[in-house]
């Protein structure tokens, strides 16, 4: 089946080390994103990507940095920069037409202790 | 400084009543909006989509309405059910030199009491 799929659901860092979160899609998307959502703050954009090889900053890229080698994976390392890193994060992919949905995967929640 | 603004954190109403959640948005690029449900722990759903070149988009019980003017959107469910109960996101896409960017709101939880 073709789908958007985060790994893991559940991730536990201390803090000061940095972590690399994975999404992975089958959907031949061109676009994919990053979204972070805290309570109360809705879905805040990371960093998203149109194309191979090339992403841009989002609205909090701050401690955030990405990858686009392949058009199938879209990895978010949350750096030891990042403040607050505690978070339920999203990605998601979107044909790349600027139109139509974008398809999100389940999400990984991220706790650092 | 938000983009996409959902005004109304919560918003309850009776079953079978009409549901109506808002959304306003400040950037006058933006020409194409999502509406999304979510659950909590779980990625969102898709629901309707309307381009700025219609007012108007309907998807069986989801109707999307869109004010270029008032740069105001709305979708309404008619009629609510238990199972709409969720929080619905508002997001919205530029038309920038075909800039996929993707803007979302905070959301509006929905409860439908039965």
């Known amino acids: 089946d073709g789908g958007i799929t985060q790994s893991p659901k559940y991730l536990f860092r201390k803090e000061g080390q940095n972590v690399t979160l994975s999404c992975e899609q089958n959907?031949?998307?061109?676009?994919m994103y990053w979204y972070r959502q805290d309570p109360g703050q809705g879905l805040r954009l990371i960093y998203y990507?149109?194309?191979?090889?090339?992403?841009q900053k989002g609205d909090i890229a701050e401690g955030y940095s990405v990858s686009r080698e392949k058009k199938e994976s879209f990895p978010l390392t949350v750096t030891s920069a990042q403040k607050n890193p505690t978070a339920f994060y999203l990605c998601?992919?979107?044909?790349?037409?600027?139109?139509?949905?974008?398809?999100f995967g389940q999400g990984t929640r991220l706790t650092v202790v | 400084d938000q983009q996409v603004k959902q005004n109304s954190p919560s918003l309850s109403v009776q079953e079978g009543r009409i549901s109506i959640l808002n959304c306003d948005y400040t950037?006058?690029?933006?020409?194409?909006f999502l509406w999304y449900k979510k659950y909590p722990a779980e990625g969102p759903t898709f629901l309707i989509s309307?381009?700025?070149?219609?007012d108007k988009n309907e998807d069986g019980r989801f109707t999307v309405f869109l004010n270029k003017s008032a740069k105001h959107l709305s979708l309404h469910i008619v009629p609510s059910q238990p199972g709409d109960s969720a929080v619905y996101f508002c997001?919205?896409?530029?038309?920038?030199?075909?800039?996929?960017?993707?803007?979302f709101g905070k959301g509006t939880k929905l409860t439908v009491n039965p």
């Open positions: 950037n006058s690029m933006f020409d194409y």
């Open positions: 959907l031949n998307h061109d676009a």
């Open positions: 309307i381009s700025s070149i219609k």
């Open positions: 990507s149109q194309i191979v090889n090339d992403f």
């Open positions: 997001a919205a896409s530029p038309l920038q030199g075909g800039s996929e960017k993707l803007v």
């Open positions: 998601a992919s979107r044909k790349g037409i600027a139109r139509g949905e974008a398809f």
